[in-house]
T-cell receptor, first 113, second 113 residues
Framework: DQQVKQNSPSLSVQEGRISILNCDYTNSMFDYFLWYKKYPAEGPTFLISISSIKDKNEDGRFTVFLNKSAKHLSLHIVPSQPGDSAVYFCAASGGSNTGKLIFGQGTTLQVKP | ETGVTQSPTHLIKTRGQQVTLRCSSQSGHNTVSWYQQALGQGPQFIFQYYREEENGRGNFPPRFSGLQFPNYSSELNVNALELDDSALYLC????????????FGPGTRLTVL
């Protein structure tokens, strides 16, 4: 039972354009969501998070949007840079499982120069 | 500030053997979690330790066990290794609050032959 889903295994965008990565979840008890970026041979690096009491959080080039009614979140990267090329994971936590993160399968982003 | 470190980087074992993986938490972090990341998948939560006690566990059999030490370093032990245990094992540490960001180490790549 996949509670967090990233339905796009890969995404390719041109440098300078917007990258939009999507994530869906099924568990309405989730109240905290995060995005991590992962390069090969490294651990996941935290990017940005959002609490369920908000619908948007922004940090520099990165913005996360949360649509609770649709159980959907997205990560926008503007403008995209070649160094953003990596695997992006969304993760969720909440309910009684404090601290336990449930991850999606990941989306590989390629930003072309 | 020292980040999360893990050792060893790579490990090769044969089926039936036992393995111990090690993790040093980020300075000031008292909670550590372990995740298993199979190829092409997102990390899966194994368990979490706080104050040297397990306080959350994912869907993993008892042959996966752990320890947390007074200095907040941690071990993951896997007994009776199976081929499917081949994966990247990630350690993450965070502060006390459940919404504190989890910071990941680089991982240990375990191969079971």
């Amino acid at each position: 039972d996949q509670q967090v889903k990233q339905n796009s295994p890969s995404l390719s965008v041109q440098e300078g354009r917007i990258s939009i990565l999507n994530c869906d979840y099924t568990n309405s008890m989730f109240d905290y969501f995060l995005w991590y970026k992962k390069y090969p041979a490294e651990g996941p690096t935290f990017l940005i998070s959002i609490s369920s009491i908000k619908d948007k959080n922004e940090d520099g080039r990165f913005t996360v949007f949360l649509n609770k009614s649709a159980k959907h979140l997205s990560l926008h990267i503007v403008p995209s840079q070649p160094g953003d090329s990596a695997v992006y994971f969304c993760a969720a936590s909440g309910g009684s499982n404090t601290g336990k993160l449930i991850f999606g399968q990941g989306t590989t982003l390629q930003v072309k120069p | 500030e020292t980040g999360v470190t893990q050792s060893p980087t790579h490990l090769i074992k044969t089926r039936g053997q036992q393995v111990t993986l090690r993790c040093s938490s980020q300075s000031g972090h008292n909670t550590v979690s372990w995740y298993q990341q199979a190829l092409g998948q997102g990390p899966q939560f194994i368990f979490q330790y706080y104050r040297e006690e397990e306080n959350g566990r994912g869907n993993f059999p008892p042959r996966f066990s752990g320890l947390q030490f007074p200095n907040y370093s941690s071990e993951l032990n896997v007994n009776a290794l199976e081929l499917d245990d081949s994966a990247l094992y990630l350690c993450a540490s965070r502060g006390l609050a459940a919404t504190d960001t989890q910071y990941f180490g680089p991982g240990t790549r375990l191969t079971v032959l």
